[in-house]
């Protein structure tokens, strides 16, 4: 094989494919002429020489084997040895015997365990847990821990001074209040309604006297629940000042 020759052949091949227009549809048919040339001559080159081939020999068949053969071949080889059979060591306790033995059953270890541990002396006793009482409701909504209505018209006479000049009368309710006390009375015993706080006021101003008042107050005080625990001293004090109205 030329293999000088045959890089030149693939120079030329490749050359000619190089230029060949790849944007056209087809190719001329000289350039198709050449190009078969060359790979004419190209797989002229690459073919085998029949001269060179050498003949593949036949494969061997395997011999047949009688059993005469095999049993000479058994009895040319020489005799296997035996494992020795390990014998039993008598100097090792038998651990089998001493686990049935030294233990005894577990029925009877089960038998022989106390089913209920024995009371403690020492032990503290919790006392029994009570649960808080909690207030009961009435029909009307007050519970039994509220004052009766009545008890907010209590009066008690002043002591000192400053408390004489606490229950000096007022013309004017509105005027008499400060803006704090204002804020406190809306909000613990108006429901935070401001114009509730005014209405009831100006309704007050408009009364002569304690008496006539009293069923107006008491209707307030069922309906904020003056009677509350929270609201007992501020109702009493927002009564004692509209007490001082009518005096």
């Not at 039994?144 to 001074?161: K, P, T, Y």
Request: hydrophobic share 30%; proline share 9%; charged share 35%.
């Amino acid at each position: 094989m030329n293999l000088k020759e045959a890089r030149i052949l693939l120079k030329k091949i490749n050359s000619l494919f190089e230029s060949i227009d790849y944007e056209g549809s087809s190719v001329s048919k000289i350039e198709r002429d050449l190009m078969m040339n060359y790979l004419h001559q190209m797989h002229g080159l690459f073919s085998y020489d029949e001269d060179h081939v050498r003949p593949l020999a036949p494969a061997k068949k395997p011999e047949s084997r009688t059993l005469s053969d095999d049993k000479a071949e058994r009895e040319q080889e020489p005799p296997r040895k035996e494992a020795p059979v390990p014998k039993p060591d008598t100097d090792r306790p038998n651990i089998s015997k001493r686990l049935i033995t030294d233990y005894p059953p577990v029925r009877q270890q089960e038998e022989d365990r106390p089913t209920t541990p024995p009371p403690r002396e020492d032990r503290p006793t919790r006392p029994p847990i009570t649960k808080p009482t909690q207030p009961t409701t009435n029909s009307s909504g007050e519970s039994d821990s509220d004052i009766n209505v009545e008890q907010l018209f209590e009066v008690r006479q002043a002591s000192d001074l400053s408390e004489k000049l606490s229950e000096s009368p007022v013309n004017d309710l509105n005027r008499a209040m400060s803006i704090n006390d204002r804020l406190l009375y809306m909000n613990e015993l108006f429901g935070r309604d401001m114009e509730s706080l005014n209405t009831a006021l100006r309704t007050l101003n408009d009364f002569g006297t304690m008496s006539s008042a009293r069923s107006f107050l008491i209707d307030l005080a069922k309906r904020y629940q003056w009677t509350h625990e929270d609201r007992v001293d501020i109702a009493k004090n927002f009564i004692k000042l509209v007490r001082r109205r009518y005096q």
